[in-house]
């Protein structure tokens, strides 16, 4: 029996584009962010979900109980889940961190790169597939509310992409991506597929 594990990025929030938030306290959705989570709470009832993970983050927990809610379902907090580190960085404008050389690095070599005090993709790719290779016993859909980088971890590994490529995958607020486990086997079906609000 196949599982299926839909990977869902939490809605908008209003220091979107603005801070690298990572892992900074607080960070709520807003309006628009609730509106789209609403949106995608319709597509996730019609998946008919098993069971409900989410990333330890607010922004995450906020999403993904408005997906609860329409669907019936407890949510179950997943720290392998969680944003990546981002270490000193976290709060940071991203407009002061373009002439920062570590910060061009990082975007060069995502890799190889460490941000100053934080967490690599390489380690974040790790921690989450080995959750996810851990669902391949549960039967019935799965939906996992995270973060861009998380979801786009997951994807790179079944899509065997470098983590150097990594602004070829693309995670939009409220998308959805799903993985297919199959025998031995791990497909992605889905990339950033996009719910209209």
Known sequence: MATHVHLVRHGHHGLLGRVLC???????????????????A????AIAPSTLQSSPRNRALQSAGILAERCG???EVIPAFDEIDMGVWTGTEFGQLASDPQWQRWNEKRGSARPPAGESMASLQ??????????????????IVSHAE???????????VPLDAFQSVTIDPASISSILLDGARGLVSRMN???TV
Not at 42 to 45: L, S
Not at 126 to 143: C, D, F, M, S, T
């Open 193 to 195: 597929g996009e719910v």
């Open 126 to 143: 790790n921690r989450v597939i080995r959750h996810i290779e851990q669902l391949r016993a549960i039967r019935g859909p799965i939906v």
């Open 42 to 45: 319709e597509t996730v009832k």
């Open 22 to 40: 990572g892992r900074m306290p607080g960070v709520a959705l807003d309006e628009l962010g609730c509106r789209q989570m609403a949106a995608v």
């Open 150 to 160: 998380p979801i786009r971890a997951a994807l790179m590994h079944y899509l065997s």
């Open 73 to 75: 379902l407890p949510v």
